[in-house]
């Protein structure tokens, strides 16, 4: 079982980047699917989630800007980034929820820089 993140690079302030998670197997196995992220410096964070139901939440931080989706059919989740910041800056992580287990991606790294 794995998750591999993919649709990271360098983008100026207030331009838009989306990210794809690939889930191995049936996406509709993983309970919940999630993007965190982590700053230099910084603890992870947990940006936004969503459920096999299609309950959806997000960090206070990214309310309004940023998306999270996924396709069934493709066995992929998506986060959909708007007008992101410098502060937005970070490697971003897929995480599944699937059964008992939870699987991590290796990570793409977003730059929010002029």
């Known amino acids: 079982v794995q998750v591999v993140e993919s649709g990271g690079g360098l983008v100026q302030p207030g331009g838009s980047l989306r990210l794809s998670c690939s889930a191995s197997?049936?996406?509709?196995?993983?309970?919940?699917m999630a993007w965190y992220r982590q700053a230099p410096g910084k603890e992870r964070e947990m940006v936004a989630r969503?459920?096999?139901?299609?309950?959806?939440n997000y960090a206070d931080s990214v309310k309004g800007r940023f998306t999270i989706s996924r396709d069934d059919a493709a066995d992929t989740a998506y986060l959909q980034m708007n007008d992101l910041k410098p502060e937005d800056t970070a490697v971003y992580h897929c995480f599944g929820n699937r059964g008992s287990a939870g699987y991590w991606g290796q990570g793409t790294q977003v730059t929010v820089s002029s």
């Open positions: 197997g049936n996406i509709f196995d993983y309970a919940a």
């Open positions: 969503i459920t096999n139901g299609g309950t959806t």
